[in-house]
T-cell receptor
């Protein structure tokens, strides 16, 4: 089955810095790659996603890049703010859309 | 509009007790998923419904776990004879269409189950 690896497990940045989280996947048939943000005590919330026919997607301060050849994708957050502090999960799916998640990255943004 | 809701939000059970966890998906959503999230880990797939049909239960860890969605809307995840290793957050997600790998899944807040 699909295996998703996510790095780093924790990331500390100063407010205003950029943050980058990287994921690799194993199944070349995967074609959908969402990123979720999970705050303490809440369910995962979709922040951005990318499909396999696109190499990059941007939404304000958040961007995702996808390299299908290398089977990796990355989340980029610019001008980080304290409210960006949370756990971020990458995921991959194919077929009828069961998601396989990475283990998560705890992002801490210090004021 | 209303999102996915789950109840109860917290459940404490003694080992050996049965528990039932409820999920109310977004109205009109065809697909419903259950995931298990252990502490410090990502969610792991348990089972998938398309309307009332359970099309994939490959992620259920044992025959003590049972899920149903009899009318194609509300779903219940039941765990019989709970064990300590069942302690986790159980997440429900729904998506609008059926059979699409690129359809957004919307998650509920989860039920935190603690088995003593």
């Amino acid at each position: 089955g699909e295996n998703v690896e996510q790095h780093p497990s924790t990331l500390s940045v100063q407010e205003g810095d950029s943050a980058v989280i990287k994921c690799t996947y194993s199944d070349s048939a995967s074609n959908y790659f969402p990123w979720y943000k999970q705050e303490l005590g809440k369910g995962p919330q979709l922040i951005i996603d990318i499909r396999s026919n696109v190499g990059e997607k941007k939404d304000q301060r958040i961007a995702v890049t996808l390299n299908k050849t290398a089977k990796h994708f990355s989340l980029h957050i610019t001008e980080t703010q304290p409210e960006d502090s949370a756990v971020y999960f990458c995921a991959a799916s194919k077929g009828y859309s069961t998601l396989t998640f990475g283990k998560g990255t705890m992002l801490l943004v210090s004021p | 509009g209303a999102g996915v809701s789950q109840s109860p939000r917290y459940k404490v059970a003694k080992r050996g007790q049965d528990v039932a966890l409820r999920c109310d998906p977004i109205s009109g959503h065809v697909s419903l998923f259950w995931y298990q999230q252990a502490l410090g880990q990502g969610p792991e797939f348990l089972t998938y419904f398309q309307n009332e049909a359970q099309l994939d239960k490959s992620g259920l860890p044992s025959d003590r776990f049972f899920a149903e969605r009899p009318e194609g809307s509300v779903s219940t995840l039941k765990i019989q004879r709970t064990q300590q290793e069942d302690s986790a957050v159980y997440l429900c997600a729904s998506s609008l269409v059926a059979g699409s790998s690129t359809d957004t899944q919307y998650f509920g807040p989860g039920t935190r189950l603690t088995v003593l």
